[in-house]
């Protein structure tokens, strides 16, 4: 078997040293791993282009995988995403509408999981081909599990969007919703797949995986887990990538020891010392107690044994990518489309999501104020949605009452003559015109909770 490593584009000339084992920088490569070795098939372009990065752990699954992208070339039918309903009643009808399904229809179902902010809602929205989720820079912004849809030909695949997995302290710390806890690892349980997402671009965690993270597949070893870097774009050293998979992985992937030799150590790696961040005293308790998940069937002897562990020797297969390049997202979900088994489609061919239109609604409003409202402040308001009526000319008219805890808070809403909160509804307004399909009106108002 063998494992192929492709990248994005790689031009550090150290990297190109250490991993090209004298490759020139006139010559393009594609890297193939294997248990021990590496060798690079080569071409004659400038600059080192690299395919979108995955590790392929079977010849037979690769075949499989190239022959499906030779048939999308071709010219195979495509099925565009759909759009969210604006209607409720509508949106409930499709949801409980009889799967379209086709003969020997195949199904995936994906729970993607990981650190808060590892950017599972951005690759979800872009293997659906429309933004239905939250997405913020801030933490928690997905504050419980939501499903998407995506189905081409005969293929459906479930996409499983969750919280990133925090325990019981944060929850009680910050005030915040029971779901965080419980969504995630229950989501797992019904999963065909786990994939787990790591932000590379941040220095600090991107050297071992969560805890949380461990705890929950190890509690589900019978599920397989593939792991995925993300944010590579954002990576200066990318002659990390190798480092960091190995770390994540113990240097096993899909039961295969992996080995990639340097020959010339960049000088700053000699200076170099990754630093771990350690666990504070309440969050190591916590962990040894298993509290994030109150069902946890692990002992406080295997708690400990994870507590000391980097990563998982358990992976089956390995990516690296920018969830924001459509080309890395578009490997990812070829492979997902490969792996998928013959089943019932669970929803039909329309669906693109189980939110409630009124949903997407308040999660895209709350997307808005972590954009753009400081530090506590965006996770203290709470939303009511007072109308939600189709307008003269077919445009759907939006109302939405903004509660703060705090008169300062509420000035920061609002702004200097009402600047801010028109620039949230006017931002959020045409992420759902978006999703809907339609004009949108949004007008938000802000009021002080008592």
């Known amino acids: 078997m063998a494992l192929r490593l492709c990248s994005r584009v790689l031009r550090d000339s150290c990297l190109v040293s250490r991993l090209l084992l004298g490759t020139t920088r006139q010559e393009s490569a594609t890297w193939f791993l294997t248990a021990g070795s590496a060798v690079c098939s080569r071409g004659r372009r400038n600059g080192f282009i690299f395919t979108p990065a995955c590790f392929i752990t079977s010849d037979a699954f ?4 190239m022959k499906g992208k030779a048939v999308e070339a071709d010219g195979s039918s495509y099925r565009l995403p759909a759009s969210v309903l604006p209607d409720s009643a509508e949106q409930l009808s499709l949801l ?27 690759l979800s929205n872009q293997l659906l081909g ?44 910050h005030n915040l919703e029971k779901a965080l806890l419980e969504d995630p690892w229950n989501t797992v349980k019904e999963a065909d797949i786990v994939v787990v997402l790591v932000d590379v671009s941040d220095r600090w965690m991107c050297g071992r995986l969560d805890f949380e993270v461990l705890k929950c597949l190890a509690q589900h070893t019978d599920i397989p887990a593939i792991l995925v870097l993300n944010k590579v774009d954002l990576l200066k050293t990318k002659d990390r990538l190798l480092d960091i998979t190995a770390e994540l992985t113990c240097g096993v992937v899909n039961g295969r020891k992996l080995r990639v030799r340097t020959v010339i150590k960049p000088p700053k790696a000699e200076k170099r010392s990754e630093r771990q961040p350690e666990p504070s005293p309440d969050e190591d308790t916590a962990g040894l107690e298993g509290d994030a998940d109150p069902s946890s069937a692990l002992s406080r002897e295997q708690l400990k044994a994870l507590r000391s562990q980097q990563g998982w020797a358990h992976f089956k297969d390995v990516f690296m990518l920018s969830s924001l390049d459509k080309e890395d997202v578009d490997t990812l979900k070829n492979y997902f489309m490969v792996a998928a088994k013959p089943g019932s489609w669970q929803y039909h061919s329309e669906v693109l999501t189980d939110q409630t239109p009124e949903q997407i609604c308040t999660n895209t409003i709350r997307e808005k104020l972590l954009e753009n409202l400081p530090q506590e402040v965006p996770y203290s308001i709470t939303q009511s949605i007072e109308l939600w009526d189709d307008g003269e000319n077919g445009e759907l008219d939006i109302s939405v009452k903004l509660y703060t805890k705090k008169d300062t808070h509420m000035g920061m809403v609002i702004g200097p003559g009402g600047q801010m909160v028109g620039r949230i509804a006017q931002e959020a307004g045409e992420d759902l015109s978006r999703v809907f399909l339609r004009d949108v009106r949004l007008k938000l108002t802000a009021k002080l909770k008592v």
């Open 62 to 65: 690769l075949k499989r995988l």
């Open 96 to 122: 409980m509408r009889h799967p379209d399904q086709p003969e020997n229809a195949k199904v995936l179902k994906v729970a993607l999981i990981g650190a808060p902010n590892a950017g599972k809602s951005t």
């Open 130 to 173: 429309k933004k239905v989720f939250a997405v913020s820079k801030k933490v928690h912004t997905t504050r419980s599990r939501a499903v998407g849809v995506l189905t081409e030909e005969d293929t459906q695949i479930i996409l499983l969007d969750t919280p990133g997995l925090t325990t019981v302290s944060k929850v009680k710390r």
